[in-house]
């Protein structure tokens, strides 16, 4: 460009002398040559710069723990590849680098010449594949690529990451969010079908959530009552402070109420089982209280009829055990007075028998009418009263003879009390009449029974005396007098079996079930 300005110059300007013209021809040189050497220079050093970035680019395409592939945006040939992939993929850098990456993804030839002339012609630069690997698991990927120009040459650069986990999981949240929101629709129709009020409160009292029974009790719309409190609804004054309690409870203790509240519905007063419990997050802090409240009005009245009936049934039950027990006392006051107006004394023993069963009976009459239950008796309590009678009756004094009696704990029907009561009786009365003749000394005198029932339900009498004890040849269970017939009925009704012995004075054990 110069040296063409020099001769145009030189064609203008004619006034110029030789020398002249050759001195500039000259600087002209000079010019020229200071000019290519400074462009040789610039030209060296972009040739440099452009290495170094080379050198770099290389680096980082090795050293960088990401997978990476040079492709050949052509023939699809993998022109280099990271240590990264080798690991990724599961090949040798060697076999790698003889491969095409129709070798490794799963789209076919056509599709993957299609992606590849979408990403060096920079339309795109992100794509999701399935990249299979040596050992022939697929993966999920995705791929940034994007056209770079390296040796002369422009090549696909791609950068590989695998996303198999994060697919994995997406498609768990998916399939979970699905079910949740099949839960969601099943709680909402179990809440819109179920007659109990259903309700979820904010830390301000706010309704956030109302099922279709509670809207319904208070004559209210969804749209009227979400975001309200009691206060903006005009609810009565009384029943929202006592929720604001009860409120502040849940929140700040974080702890759980059920009791009855009695408050207003459209149908007027109503009583209602409630249940407040505190709906914590994962931290643990209460967010939220859900309200649980049952119309419990009916079952009330019911229960107050049902007690009212049962109050009733008890008057007239303890009026008739309170009947029974004087009319047994009359029999057994009249068998009394009888007695003494015998002379025979055989005929007052049997009297006097008489007498002790009519009582045994009258007793537990007595103890029923007393207590609180009618279904049980407390057994121990009527054998004390009922020992008490029979020493008595026969005129013994306590004193006299040591009583060893255990009934802890043992509560019978009616019937088998009647039946252990009359037992008793005989086998005590046979003790007090038989066991200890005056023409024999003893040094001491005793009489036990021990009642207990096992694990079986099986309740065993344990009688006993020191006394003479039985003849050697009685069969207690073909005894022919009447008090021992009079036992072995009671307990054949029983269900039982007795035994006795005759060691160290009379003894008896009797067991049979007990019946519920």
């Given at each position: 460009?110069?040296?063409l300005?020099?001769?145009?110059?030189?064609?203008?300007?004619?006034?110029?002398?030789?020398?002249?013209?050759?001195?500039?021809?000259?600087?002209?040189?000079?010019?020229?040559?200071?000019?290519?050497?400074?462009?040789?220079?610039?030209?060296?050093?972009?040739?440099?710069?452009?290495?170094?970035?080379?050198?770099?680019f290389?680096?980082?395409?090795?050293?960088?723990?990401?997978?990476?592939?040079?492709?050949?945006?052509?023939?699809?040939?993998?022109?280099?590849?990271?240590?990264?992939?080798?690991?990724?993929?599961?090949?040798?850098?060697e076999?790698?680098?003889?491969?095409?990456i129709?070798?490794i993804?799963?789209?076919?030839?056509?599709q993957?010449?299609?992606?590849?002339?979408?990403?060096?012609?920079?339309?795109?630069?992100?794509?999701?594949?399935?990249?299979?690997?040596?050992?022939?698991e697929?993966?999920?990927?995705?791929?940034?690529?994007?056209?770079?120009?390296?040796?002369?040459?422009?090549?696909?650069?791609?950068?590989?990451?695998?996303?198999?986990?994060?697919?994995?999981?997406?498609?768990?949240?998916?399939?979970?969010?699905?079910?949740?929101?099949?839960?969601?629709?099943?709680?909402?129709?179990?809440?819109?079908?179920?007659?109990?009020?259903?309700?979820?409160?904010?830390?301000?009292?706010?309704?956030?959530?109302?099922?279709?029974?509670?809207?319904?009790?208070?004559?209210?719309?969804?749209?009227?009552?979400?975001?309200?409190?009691w206060?903006?609804?005009?609810?009565p004054?009384?029943?929202?402070?006592?929720?604001?309690k009860?409120?502040?409870?849940?929140?700040?203790?974080?702890?759980?109420l059920?009791f009855?509240?009695?408050?207003?519905?459209?149908?007027?007063?109503?009583?209602?089982?409630?249940?407040?419990?505190?709906?914590?997050?994962?931290?643990?802090?209460?967010?939220?209280?859900?309200?649980?409240?049952?119309?419990?009005?009916?079952?009330?009245?019911?229960?107050?009829?049902?007690?009212?009936?049962?109050?009733?049934?008890?008057?007239?039950?303890?009026e008739?055990?309170?009947?029974?027990?004087?009319?047994?006392?009359?029999?057994?006051s009249?068998?009394?007075?009888?007695?003494?107006?015998i002379?025979?004394?055989?005929?007052?023993?049997?009297?006097?028998?008489?007498?002790?069963?009519?009582?045994?009976?009258?007793?537990?009459?007595?103890?029923?009418?007393?207590?609180?239950?009618?279904?049980?008796n407390?057994?121990?309590?009527?054998?004390?009263?009922?020992?008490?009678?029979?020493?008595?009756?026969?005129?013994?004094?306590?004193?006299?003879?040591?009583?060893?009696?255990?009934?802890?704990?043992?509560?019978?029907?009616?019937?088998?009390?009647?039946?252990?009561?009359?037992?008793?009786?005989?086998?005590?009365?046979?003790?007090?009449?038989?066991?200890?003749?005056?023409?024999?000394?003893?040094?001491?005198k005793?009489?036990?029974?021990?009642?207990?029932l096992d694990?079986?339900?099986?309740?065993s009498?344990?009688?006993?005396?020191?006394?003479?004890?039985?003849p050697?040849?009685?069969?207690?269970?073909?005894?022919?007098?009447l008090?021992?017939?009079?036992?072995?009925?009671?307990?054949?009704?029983?269900?039982?079996?007795?035994?006795?012995?005759?060691?160290?004075?009379?003894?008896?054990?009797?067991?049979?079930?007990?019946?519920?």
């Open positions: 460009v110069i040296f300005e020099f001769i145009a110059k030189f064609m203008n300007d004619e006034d110029k002398t030789k020398e002249e013209l050759i001195l500039e021809l000259k600087k002209l040189k000079e010019e020229i040559s200071f000019l290519k050497a400074h462009q040789n220079l610039r030209s060296l050093e972009f040739k440099e710069n452009f290495l170094e970035r080379e050198e770099l290389y680096t980082m395409f090795e050293k960088n723990k990401a997978v990476k592939l040079l492709i050949d945006p052509v023939s699809g040939a993998i022109i280099n590849a990271n240590s990264a992939a080798s690991e990724f993929y599961g090949y040798t850098l076999t790698l680098k003889n491969m095409k129709i070798d993804n799963t789209l076919t030839k056509e993957v010449h299609e992606e590849m002339s979408s990403a060096f012609s920079e339309k795109r630069s992100y794509f999701v594949f399935k990249h299979k690997l040596e050992s022939g697929i993966k999920n990927v995705e791929v940034f690529s994007s056209p770079v120009l390296i040796d002369g040459r422009y090549l696909l650069f791609s950068i590989i990451i695998d996303i198999t986990l994060r697919i994995s999981a997406e498609e768990q949240l998916k399939k979970t969010n699905i079910e949740l929101e099949k839960q969601k629709i099943l709680l909402d129709q179990i809440l819109a079908t179920t007659t109990d009020h259903f309700i979820i409160f904010d830390s301000l009292g706010r309704f956030i959530y109302v099922n279709k029974a509670g809207l319904e009790a208070q004559g209210l719309t969804y749209e009227q009552v979400i975001g309200q409190t206060r903006e609804l005009e609810f004054e009384e029943t929202g402070k006592v929720f604001d009860h409120l502040n409870d849940v929140f700040i203790l974080g702890k759980s059920c009855e509240a009695r408050f207003p519905s459209v149908d007027g007063m109503r009583d209602w089982d409630v249940t407040y419990k505190p709906l914590c997050d994962e931290a643990g802090d209460v967010i939220n209280m859900v309200a649980i409240y049952r119309d419990i009005t009916e079952r009330k009245k019911f229960q107050e009829q049902i007690t009212d009936s049962l109050n009733e049934k008890e008057v007239l039950l303890r008739v055990h309170h009947r029974v027990k004087n009319n047994l006392q009359v029999i057994s009249l068998l009394y007075l009888q007695t003494n107006s002379e025979d004394k055989k005929t007052q023993g049997i009297m006097r028998e008489i007498q002790t069963r009519v009582k045994s009976m009258s007793l537990v009459h007595e103890r029923l009418y007393q207590s609180k239950t009618f279904s049980r407390d057994f121990g309590i009527y054998l004390e009263s009922l020992i008490d009678h029979i020493f008595l009756t026969y005129g013994v004094n306590r004193k006299d003879i040591k009583l060893n009696i255990f009934a802890d704990n043992i509560h019978l029907n009616i019937d088998t009390a009647i039946l252990c009561g009359l037992i008793i009786n005989e086998l005590i009365s046979n003790s007090l009449k038989y066991a200890f003749p005056a023409e024999k000394n003893f040094s001491e005793y009489i036990s029974t021990f009642i207990e694990k079986f339900n099986i309740l009498i344990r009688f006993s005396d020191n006394g003479i004890g039985l050697e040849s009685l069969d207690v269970q073909k005894a022919d007098t008090g021992l017939q009079l036992v072995n009925l009671l307990v054949e009704q029983l269900d039982g079996i007795i035994k006795s012995d005759n060691k160290t004075g009379a003894s008896y054990n009797i067991d049979f079930p007990l019946k519920k």
